[in-house]
């Protein structure tokens, strides 16, 4: 299992854009090329080339088409909150509450109502409002570097936990659109324009993954996003270990 665990941490840390996505069987590779550095991810033993075509691996394609099928279907709908470039961990959720443990679920809920408590004073509009634990705000929007700062799993899992389904920002640090798919938490989208700067706090939202695209209906404006591409499945599964048992990838924890 820890062998299995670092192939999959070295997978995602090749993801750094939406666009560039977790390769899968069936594309049949044998090797991840990272975007960036253009060396070849080796050693997946999730992703291994397969020479013939077995059941099995029949088994495990229909899962992943019927996957990315779900996830085209997905709407999401709400209110927005808006934010700056270089929304760190910190800010998304401080270091004090880190001792908070996710798998409980008390505690689960209590790690959300922290969610953002970190932005300065000048967010005269809090992300969740004194003595709640849940944000009326579904959508966040943000600038450039999105998620910038410490490696902490706890900045995706707050988001989630707090009632937030997506995050749409100009851009993202790697390692948290990572940690977002890795725990399936919220989608990670991108946009192709500063959409940060055109909506406003509050303004009602609409995201469409089907079409790639964010609908303003305070402004009537639209917006196109960079598709999820594989890693929306990951994310509909709830995250990376839930979608290999999904597959057919590796047992399922009833078996």
Do not use: W
């Amino acid at each position: 299992m820890a062998a299995f665990s670092c192939s999959l941490g070295r997978a995602f840390a090749a993801v750094s854009k939406p666009k560039h996505s977790l390769p899968s069987q069936i594309n049949d590779r044998s090797s991840f090329i990272s975007p960036s550095s253009q060396v070849p991810l080796k050693q997946s033993i999730i992703f291994r080339k397969t020479r013939s075509i077995s059941p099995k691996t029949t088994k495990i394609s229909c899962n992943l088409e019927a996957s990315a099928s779900s996830t085209s279907a997905k709407t999401f709908h709400g209110l927005c909150y808006v934010v700056g470039d270089n929304i760190d961990t910190d800010q998304i959720i401080p270091a004090e509450y880190l001792t908070l443990v996710p798998s409980n679920p008390d505690e689960y809920e209590k790690l959300g109502s922290y969610a953002l408590i970190g932005l300065p004073s000048t967010y005269t509009t809090r992300f969740i409002e004194p003595n709640q634990m849940k944000t009326k705000y579904s959508i966040v929007i943000g600038g450039d570097n999105f998620g910038c700062g410490s490696s902490r799993e706890h900045a995706p899992v707050a988001l989630g936990a707090a009632g937030a389904v997506a995050v749409v920002a100009e851009s993202y640090a790697r390692i948290f659109f990572r940690n977002s798919v890795a725990t399936g938490e919220i989608y990670p989208l991108e946009s192709e324009v500063r959409i940060c700067e055109e909506c406003k706090t509050g303004d009602t939202v609409t995201i469409v993954l089907a079409e790639s695209k964010l609908i303003n209906h305070t402004t009537g404006k639209e917006y196109k996003l960079k598709p999820i591409g594989d890693a929306g499945p990951v994310i509909d599964a709830g995250g990376i270990f839930a979608y290999a048992r999904k597959t057919g990838m590796i047992p399922s924890q009833a078996a």
